[in-house]
């Protein structure tokens, strides 16, 4: 028995001690400007990696490596240029002789590292297409937002969910949206639901610099004109056109078909103070115009009462609002940190409406939609996210969030404070 | 009375007026394609539009071959921390890569407006967007 711990233990000590070894994850030919770019599975010795053509064999014969480089912008690459015609790509075969690499801070050295190469070109090409025409995947949707509660401002607590979903309509700059934003606490519940379609579009505010910076021919020039482009403030803006389908989650008791324009502006990513460890960004939007038209507007019986307030629902039919906004995100992250607080991300978002013509809405006292409003409604949404630990695949902490105003199409008032759980993949940081 | 022939002083003037623009037009052609030449693969271009919509990464074109800050940065995704671009802001960086490779406009306009991607995929599509230009 314990002749068979003490193997045991001495296999797992001598696992423990295995060193790391350097894998070849990719292998990019390009026979069009003779060159080969090997990508490994740990960064490279900055430096002191051999970059001698005599420390690369390869077959088949007819190639010649004529040059070997480091990558900029890639520290798990090496490149290689060669001379002579490679009909194949997946008859390439390298061997690296030896190469020093890092793990940690660590150097380590390894030999005869063999990379071969393995896809046809059109193959790596519609590969690459479809990875980056991708549509985005929400945070949202990859946060549990574990044992989550809403608590109003008066007590009791309940159950909550925020939803958003980008499907792929396969059009460059159209993306359709699903938007829920309920709770089950009255008080709490934006009765917020929003479907449709956004086609968005881009202006950066540094077209001059840049087109400046393809035709600066001096070493001065170039270095005056990124100066430039990195003490800027704003980015740029984009428009947003978008028709949508507003309902009451999720009964639809009011709904409306809405087309929506707008504009905004958004400020660079800016450090935050002198360190690297955080940063803010925020933007601002300054106009956007919602028209459309009434689908529903609460119980068809209470309309045909005859009572002042279905006479008034009766009436409800366009829609007319101007919107304006602005955000702002803040980060921090100091992972060598001696407290347990490790992450910090805060986002602060409001939104306000002005509404032209009187629109059906939620009453709260009543629990029916009884009554008609116009002009300004303001919604303010603050989350803010503390995370005290980290794993290989999740890193887990708490969510507070606080939101106050009212959202269409229910101009449901909510004034609640939400508190959680958070476990949250990390694959948003990890690198590939 | 014979006719003047049609070699004088007129036709040689014409014939300059005509070559002249047509020789710097062929000129500027030159240039320009030298200019797109030293292109390439698109990688300085991906930096620089990432650098003018964050201020966390750094290019310094002044040097053969660049170097960039973060120096992986080729293996993070936009929203990466060290990099923090936004969805919102994707579109914008689109338009600036638009700006530094107009080429191939249609392309890069059908990269998603999706932080979630790596900067060394994109990287690689627009790489293989040039060289299917035959941008050498």
């Known amino acids: ?432 | 009375m014979k006719p003047t022939p049609k070699t004088g002083k007129s036709m040689r003037r014409k014939a300059r007026r005509r070559a002249r623009p047509a020789a710097a037009g062929s000129v500027l052609k030159r240039m320009i394609a030298a200019r797109e030449a030293v292109v390439t693969d698109g990688a300085l271009q991906v930096c620089q539009a990432v650098a003018a919509v964050t201020s966390l990464v750094t290019v310094d074109a002044t040097k053969t071959p660049f170097t960039v800050k973060p120096p992986d940065l080729f293996e993070r995704k936009f929203n990466d921390p060290k990099v923090a671009i936004s969805n919102e802001q994707m579109s914008i960086f689109k338009d600036n890569l638009t700006r530094l490779l107009p080429q191939i406009a249609g392309p890069i306009s059908q990269i998603a407006d999706n932080a979630d991607l790596l900067i060394g995929d994109v990287s690689d599509f627009v790489m293989d967007a040039l060289l299917s230009k035959g941008n050498r």
């Not at chain 1, 690459?128 to 929400?138: E, H, I, Y």
């Not at chain 1, 989350?383 to 959202?407: H, P, Q, V």
């Open chain 1, 1 to 432: 028995m314990r002749l068979a711990l003490a193997l045991f233990a001495a296999a797992c000590a001598a696992l423990a001690q295995q060193p790391p070894t350097l894998k070849v994850e990719y292998v990019r030919v390009d026979p069009e400007i003779s060159r080969i770019e090997v990508r490994f599975s740990e960064a490279l010795e900055a430096g002191g990696v051999n970059l001698d053509e005599d420390n690369v064999t390869c077959a088949p014969d007819d190639i010649v490596i004529t040059g070997v480089a480091t990558v900029p912008g890639r520290s798990r690459a090496l490149r290689l240029t060669y001379k002579g015609a490679l009909a194949d790509p997946a008859k390439l075969s390298l061997t690296f002789k030896k190469l020093t690499f890092l793990r940690g801070s660590a150097i380590h050295a390894a030999e005869n590292v063999k990379a071969q190469g393995s896809e046809s070109i059109e193959a790596r090409r519609e590969r690459v297409r479809r990875l980056v025409t991708q549509q985005p995947k929400p945070s949202s949707q990859k946060n549990i937002f574990a044992s989550g509660f809403v608590t109003t401002a008066s007590g009791g607590t309940t159950g909550g969910a925020d939803i958003a979903l980008n499907p792929d309509l396969g059009v460059p700059g159209l993306t359709s949206f699903v938007q829920i934003k309920k709770t089950t606490q009255e008080g709490g519940d934006p009765k917020n639901f929003e479907g449709g379609a956004r086609y968005r579009k881009g202006i950066s505010f540094e077209r001059g610099l840049l087109r400046r910076l393809q035709t600066a021919s001096t070493a001065d020039d170039l270095s005056r004109i990124q100066n430039q482009i990195s003490n800027s403030w704003w980015a740029g803006g984009v428009f947003d056109f978008a028709a949508k389908l507003e309902g009451m989650a999720t009964t639809f008791d009011i709904s409306n078909f809405v087309g929506e324009t707008g504009f905004q502006v958004l400020t660079r990513t800016k450090a935050l103070g002198g360190s690297r460890k955080g940063f803010w960004r925020a933007f601002v939007a300054p106009g956007a115009i919602e028209g459309g038209q009434s689908l529903r507007a609460g119980d068809t019986t209470l309309q045909k009462s005859g009572t002042p307030a279905g006479v008034a629902l009766k009436q409800v039919d366009w829609i007319a609002r101007y919107k304006t906004g602005l955000g702002m995100t803040l980060f921090f992250e100091d992972t060598e940190a001696a407290y347990p607080l490790r992450r910090v991300e805060l986002d602060m978002n409001g939104v306000m409406r002005n509404l032209f013509f009187a629109e059906a809405m939620y009453n709260k006292q009543t629990k029916l939609i009884d009554r008609t409003g116009k002009g300004v409604r303001a919604y303010g949404q603050i989350d803010l996210k503390l995370y005290m630990g980290e794993t290989a695949k999740a890193r887990y902490g708490f969510k507070l969030s606080y939101n106050r105003g009212s959202l269409p199409p229910a101009f449901a008032r909510v004034k609640s404070f939400q508190f959680g759980f958070l476990w949250e993949s990390n694959d948003d940081t990890q690198q590939q």
